[in-house]
C-alpha cells in the first residue's frame, strides 16, 4: 500500500502532526506546571512575610511571652482551607505556640503529621535564603503539599519558626485536565489529517496520472494534447511547462515575437535605469530612466561619452572580457545610484557588448549613512562615561580608596555617570519601542490644565536651584485632550526641562496654553540661549546637540526632544520649534482638541 505515492504523503502528514502536537503537549504541560507551581511558591512567601509584617507579637524578642497574642493573631489571619498554619517556638522539643489548629498546641513540632520534618530541620541554621526550597511528596493515601519553614531572627537569635503548607492537588488537577484536552485534540487533530491528507494527495497524484497519459500520447506523435492547469504549484508548473513544450514545437516565431516585445515594456517601464552598448562603444538601447539620468538625447551618443558623465571608472576594453563585471556608487542631483555592469554574450557565446544597470538606492543610502552615525553617537555616548567611571575606579584601586574625602567623591562622579549610562539606555530603549510601533499607548480624555500644572510643580525644585521663574498661563480650564497620561508628561518634562537647563540663572521660562483652530496649542518658552538658525533642523534628530559639551555636562542625553516628537506624532500632534539667538526659544505642542 505504501508504494503508492499517494500513501506516502498521508504517511508524513500523520507523522509530522502527531510529531507537532505531542511535542506542543508536553512543552504546554510542563510550563502550566511549573508555572502553577512557582505562582504557588511566591503567594506562600508572600503570605509569610505578610504575617510578620502585620502581627506585632511575632516581632517581640520573646515569643513565650506572648503566645496568647500571637494566637490571637493568628485567629484573626485569614487561613485558606488548603493550607495549614503553625508557630514553632525555637526551643528543644520545637513547641507549637499557634496555628490554624488549636488541637495541636503545646505539642511538638516533629511529632504532627502535617509537618514534613525535614524541610523543618533545613531552617535550624538560620541561613540567610530564609526560604527553604520547595518540597513535594505524593504517595497514594496522602494529599501533595508544598512546605515552607521560615526562621525568624531578632539580633542573629532564632525566636522561632513559622510553618506554612499548602494543599497542591489543585495544580496537578488543572495540568491532568489540560493532559487529557491536548490528548483528545491531538487524535481529533490526526483524523482530521488523514482526512485531508486523502484530499491534498488525490489533487497532487490526480495531475501526475493525466500528464503521463498525455505524455504516452505525444510520444506516439500527438501534439494536440493540452494538459488541465488547475493551480499554480509546483504540479501546475509542471503542467504548464508541458502545456508550453507543446506551443513551442507549433509556433516557436510566434513566441519569441512575443518575449521581446514583453522585454521592451519591461525595460520602459521598470524603476531602474539599463543601459546596453556593443563591443564598438555603441548606445544600443536606453530605457526612459537611463535616458534622463544621463541626459542622453538619442541612442547615437558614445560609450566615453556616457562614462564621463557618469564619472565612473569602467573602460570598455576591461568590459569586453566574460568574468568582468562590477559596481560603481553614482550620485547624481542629489540622488545616489548603485551602477552595476557586466557584459552579455551573442548566439556565438561571445561578448556581444555591455549591460549597465542603474538602481536608485538614495533612500537605502541614506539609512545606512542613519545607521552608521546612529552606531557612532551611541558607542561615543557609552564610551565617554564608561572612561570616566574606569580611570575613577582605578585611582581609587591604586589608594585614593583610603582618603574617605577623595573617594567619596570620586564615587560620586561613578554613580553619577552610571545614572547618566542608565538615562542613555532607557531613552534609547523607549525610542526603539516606539519605532516597531510596541508601545502600548493607552489614551485617555485628559485635562490640560491640571496636566501642566503638574507637570509644572515637578520642574519647580529643578527651575528654584538655577534661580529661574516659572511662569504657567492657560486661557481657560476647559481644555481636553485625549492622549496618553504619561505621554503626555513626558513632552511637557522633556520640553520644559531642556528651557530650564539651557536658561541661565535668574531667567524665565513660560507655559502658555490656549485653544486654536480646535486644537490645543501649548507653547514652552524660555528667554535662554536660543538655538542657532543652522541647527534648529536637526534639534529633534537624536543625539543631536546645539552645545555637545554642555549639554554632557547638564546629564543630558541629546535623545528628550526626539522622544518628545515621536510621542507627539504617536498621537496626532506636532511640534514646532521658533529660536533667536541669545534672547530664548519657543516649542509649541500642537494637539487635537476633544
Not at 506585632?56 to 506572648?66: R, S, V
Not at 498621537?571 to 529660536?579: A, D, E, K, V, Y
Request: aromatic share 8%.
Amino acid at each position: 500500500m505504501f508504494k503508492s505515492i499517494r500513501w506516502r504523503f498521508i504517511l508524513i502528514y500523520f507523522l509530522l502532526v502527531f510529531l507537532a502536537m505531542s511535542i506542543v503537549g508536553i512543552f504546554i504541560v510542563a510550563q502550566l506546571e511549573n508555572i502553577q507551581l512557582e505562582m504557588n511558591k511566591k503567594s506562600m512567601e508572600d503570605r509569610v512575610r505578610f504575617i510578620l509584617e502585620t502581627s506585632n507579637a511575632l516581632k517581640t524578642k520573646t515569643w513565650d511571652e506572648n503566645i496568647a497574642e500571637i494566637q490571637e493573631n493568628i485567629k484573626s489571619t485569614q487561613i485558606g482551607y488548603n493550607e495549614n498554619l503553625y508557630i514553632i517556638l525555637n526551643d528543644k522539643q520545637k513547641t507549637i505556640i499557634a496555628g490554624s489548629s488549636e488541637g495541636i498546641i503545646g505539642q511538638s513540632a516533629f511529632n504532627i503529621a502535617q509537618i514534613n520534618n525535614y524541610i523543618l530541620t533545613k531552617s535550624f541554621d538560620g541561613s540567610t535564603e530564609h526560604i527553604v526550597p520547595l518540597d513535594q511528596y505524593d504517595d497514594s493515601e496522602n494529599p501533595i503539599f508544598c512546605h515552607m519553614s521560615y526562621p525568624v531572627e531578632t539580633d542573629g537569635n532564632i525566636k522561632g519558626y513559622i510553618y506554612l503548607s499548602t494543599n497542591i492537588e489543585y495544580i496537578y488537577d488543572t495540568v491532568n485536565q489540560s493532559r487529557d484536552i491536548l490528548s483528545r485534540a491531538t487524535v481529533i487533530a490526526l483524523t482530521v489529517t488523514i482526512f485531508l491528507g486523502m484530499i491534498l494527495s488525490s489533487s497532487i497524484t490526480g495531475p501526475i496520472k493525466e500528464l503521463t497519459v498525455k505524455a504516452r500520447q505525444m510520444s506516439k506523435g500527438d501534439f494536440e494534447q493540452k494538459v488541465n492547469v488547475k493551480s499554480n504549484d509546483e504540479i501546475g508548473q509542471l503542467g504548464t511547462t508541458f502545456n508550453f513544450l507543446i506551443d513551442e514545437l507549433k509556433k516557436s516565431m510566434s513566441n519569441l515575437q512575443q518575449e521581446k516585445s514583453k522585454m521592451e515594456t519591461t525595460f520602459k517601464y521598470m524603476a531602474d535605469g539599463v543601459l546596453t552598448v556593443d563591443t564598438n562603444g555603441n548606445v544600443i538601447h536606453a530605457n526612459p530612466v537611463a535616458k534622463r539620468l544621463l541626459s542622453l538625447a538619442d541612442e547615437d551618443e558614445k560609450y566615453d561619452d556616457v562614462v564621463i558623465k557618469i564619472k565612473a571608472n569602467m573602460v570598455l576594453a576591461n568590459l569586453k572580457s566574460k568574468n568582468y563585471h562590477g559596481t560603481e556608487i553614482l550620485e547624481q542631483d542629489r540622488e545616489t545610484y548603485y551602477v552595476d555592469y557586466a557584459p552579455f554574450m551573442n548566439n556565438k557565446n561571445e561578448v556581444g557588448g555591455v549591460i549597465i544597470v542603474f538602481k536608485n538606492v538614495t533612500e537605502q543610502y541614506k539609512i545606512d549613512k542613519l545607521q552608521k552615525e546612529f552606531v557612532a553617537n551611541v558607542s561615543h555616548e557609552l564610551k565617554t562615561p564608561i572612561t570616566t567611571i574606569k580611570s575613577y575606579a582605578e585611582t581609587l584601586l591604586d589608594g585614593a580608596l583610603e582618603e574617605k574625602q577623595i573617594a567619596e567623591d570620586f564615587l560620586n562622579v561613578i554613580n553619577s555617570e552610571s545614572d547618566r549610562m542608565s538615562r542613555l539606555v532607557s531613552d534609547l530603549l523607549r525610542l526603539s519601542r516606539m519605532d516597531y510601533d510596541q508601545t502600548k499607548w493607552k489614551k485617555e480624555k485628559l485635562n490640560v490644565s491640571e496636566m501642566i500644572t503638574l507637570a509644572a510643580k515637578k520642574l519647580s525644585i529643578q527651575a528654584r536651584n538655577k534661580n529661574i521663574d516659572m511662569h504657567v498661563n492657560m486661557d481657560t480650564e476647559d481644555m481636553y485632550v485625549f492622549f496618553d497620561k504619561d505621554g503626555f508628561e513626558q513632552i511637557i518634562l522633556n520640553i520644559a526641562g531642556n528651557a530650564i537647563k539651557y536658561t541661565p540663572g535668574g531667567g524665565n521660562v513660560w507655559i502658555n496654553a490656549h485653544i486654536e483652530n480646535k486644537s490645543i496649542a501649548i507653547g514652552i518658552r524660555d528667554d535662554g540661549i536660543g538655538i542657532p538658525k543652522e541647527d534648529e533642523a536637526r534639534v529633534f534628530e537624536r543625539f543631536y546637540r546645539v552645545d555637545k559639551a554642555r549639554t554632557r555636562e547638564m546629564g543630558g542625553t541629546g535623545l528628550g526632544l526626539s522622544i518628545a516628537k515621536q510621542i507627539a506624532e504617536s498621537h496626532n500632534s506636532t511640534l514646532t520649534l521658533n529660536s533667536e539667538l541669545n534672547k530664548g526659544t519657543e516649542i509649541v505642542i500642537t494637539i487635537p482638541q476633544i
